[in-house]
């Protein structure tokens, strides 16, 4: 499974982006999709969570609220709506898919390169 994350930027605080993770492979659907969050110097960090057929999430308290994440079987995509953005949600974002049914694990089989959030104040 490659996974290639796209859609981060820079915004003003109170934006809004959508991230997406495209996937290709034949087992993603079968896969528990997590997306992640890294600052430089600090350790990586769970945002959300979706299995594997879209009927179960998780979100971090810090992001909850203000983000939904939704998946496209078909499309081979999971995608990250964030809103309200705020400057502490600066980061590289990364997607990960796992066999782990477990939305809450820190641990990812598959990963992508990231992509850089970047929200002014």
């Known amino acids: 499974v490659q996974l290639v994350e796209s859609g981060g930027g820079l915004v003003q605080a109170g934006g809004s982006l959508r991230l997406s993770c495209t996937a290709s492979?034949?087992?993603?659907?079968?896969?528990?999709t997590r997306w992640f969050r890294q600052v430089a110097g600090k350790e990586r960090e769970p945002v959300a969570a979706?299995?594997?057929?879209?009927?179960?999430?998780y979100y971090a308290d810090f992001v909850k609220g203000r983000s939904t994440i939704s998946r496209d079987n078909a499309k081979g995509t999971v995608s990250l709506q964030m809103t309200g953005l705020k400057p502490e949600d600066t980061a590289v974002y990364y997607c990960?898919?796992?066999?782990?049914?477990?939305?809450?694990?820190?641990?990812?089989?598959?990963w992508g390169q990231g992509t850089q959030v970047t929200v002014s104040s």
């Open positions: 979706i299995n594997w057929d879209g009927s179960e999430t």
């Open positions: 492979g034949p087992f993603f659907p079968h896969l528990s």
């Open positions: 990960s898919a796992s066999v782990n049914f477990d939305l809450t694990s820190r641990t990812g089989d598959y």
